[in-house]
């Protein structure tokens, strides 16, 4: 498999497994440049909806000759990723404040986040290349989506996890997966940079947003979604950054599309950021602030060292995809926002409370989307669909904290109540 410099343009190979270029840019797949027939895709990927227990009905798998068509199919760990639900609410799009809303709930996934969607193609690729040991540095759900897969391989999963601020729920995931689970003292920045130094000479392969099959993995997202539309994309699509890698994906998967003739039209990318960890909204809004709405000749991106949100899969000082993510916004004239975490957890118990659910990090994009509209960046006459990246159960501290706390922030809180077993209670 092949690769070339998102920066620069040079190419390289992927074996032995490589993340970065000499330039400092990340690499990503190139694949081989034969002519598609988008016709006859299209009608594999419908036929393949009605796989049941093959590689195929994996809603990545599906999409394999635009994902990793080289990778050999035994050589593939799968859990039947993706095939997510999409569900519309009105409650939820009068509070977005749009004509129509729809959730694609990435949460659904195996390990309960859109992580698996990636990690499917990272650690069957690096099977491939012969590695055992595969390693990533996480807020939670990146070790808990890697150790799943580790566990199916055989192979051995090491995961860094930072010592506070990351959910006990994911962990305690990963810790029952088998990982070798790692805290220390530090962030996500910190683990993360431990392995560019030192991956390659330990024997590992990195399963981080910067191996570029995690990319193309992810790309999936929008495809099964656009495969849903029939091919018809909504006019935004919203979702939270933390590393920027599903921003990223989302870019890739929607120039394939558009490029291959599958879309007509490109929706707009919106991506919402923690107030507490926003380097990329901020870099973007004083772009737009000094008039250069699109590549200006310098850019200057200043890393958070101190994140902070209660968001923790959001909790990201130094998004190491921005440059990535920047270019799927200059490609669909997209933007940026920042909520607040309140704003983050008034949006969950919205969702919540639709039925549909997700952790608190997901919610950010709905809360976005609805400051997007009221910001008038967003017209109420438009469509939307937001990703909810991951599974309401990843961080039951913060239900907790929402709804068993005596707090007057929490305007929507539900509450529990004793009874005795007796008629009258329940009249
Ligand atoms: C990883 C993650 C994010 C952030 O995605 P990036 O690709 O890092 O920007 C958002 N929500 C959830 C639930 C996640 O697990
Ligand atoms: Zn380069």
Redo the contacts with the bound molecule.
């Keep these: 498999m092949r690769a070339a410099c998102s920066e620069c343009g040079i190419q390289t190979s992927l074996s032995p497994m490589q993340y970065s270029c000499s330039c400092g840019g990340l690499l990503q797949v190139i694949h081989a440049a034969s002519e598609p027939d988008t016709d006859k895709l299209k009608r594999i990927f419908h036929e393949r909806r009605s796989e049941r227990n093959t590689l195929y009905a994996s809603g990545v798998w599906r999409y394999k000759e635009l994902i990793a068509p080289d990778l050999p199919d035994h050589m593939i760990v799968c859990k039947n990723e993706g095939n997510t639900g999409m569900y519309q609410s009105e409650s939820l799009t009068e509070y977005a404040g749009v004509r129509g809303l729809s959730l694609k709930a990435q949460s659904e996934n195996p390990s309960g986040?859109?992580?698996d969607n990636g990690m499917t193609a990272a650690v069957s690729h690096g099977r491939w290349l012969g590695y055992d040991r595969f390693a990533c540095s996480s807020t939670?759900?990146?070790s808990s989506s890697l150790a799943m897969y580790a566990a199916l391989a055989g192979v051995k999963s090491i995961v860094l996890v930072p010592d506070r601020d990351v959910s006990a729920g994911k962990v305690l995931q990963t810790l029952a997966y088998g990982a070798d689970l790692c805290t220390f003292r530090g962030t996500y920045d910190d683990g993360i940079r431990f392995l560019q130094e030192n991956a390659e000479e330990l024997g590992l392969y990195v399963c981080n947003?910067i191996n570029p099959l995690r990319i193309e993995g992810q790309k999936s997202i929008i495809y099964e979604i656009a495969q849903e539309l029939d091919w018809k994309l909504p006019d935004w699509i919203v979702l939270?950054?933390?590393?920027?890698?599903?921003?990223a994906a989302l870019g890739r998967g929607l120039q394939d599309l558009f490029s291959l003739g599958f879309i007509e039209r490109l929706p707009q990318v919106a991506v919402v950021q923690a107030e507490g960890a926003s380097p990329f909204h901020r870099m973007v809004a004083s772009m737009r602030c000094s008039g250069n709405n699109g590549l200006p000749p310098c850019i200057e991106f200043h890393s958070e060292q101190q994140p902070q949100t209660r968001a923790s899969?959001?909790n990201?000082g130094n998004?190491p995809s921005w440059r990535k993510a920047l270019r799927t916004l200059t490609l669909t004239q997209g933007t940026t926002v920042s909520v607040s975490d309140q704003e983050i957890m008034e949006a969950k118990a919205y969702i919540d409370r639709s039925g549909i659910g997700c952790?608190p990090?997901?919610a950010a994009a709905l809360a976005g989307l609805r400051k997007l509209v009221r910001q008038g960046d967003v017209h109420p006459e438009q469509t939307a669909v937001c990703i909810l990246?991951?599974n309401m159960l990843?961080d039951t501290d913060a239900i907790s904290e929402y709804h068993l706390r005596n707090d007057p922030s929490s305007a929507l809180r539900n509450t529990m109540r004793q009874v005795d077993l007796i008629y009258e209670a329940f009249q």
């Design positions: 986040s859109f992580k939670g759900n990146t947003s939270p950054g933390g590393a920027l890698s599903n921003a899969a959001l990201i998004p952790e990090a997901s990246t991951g990843k």
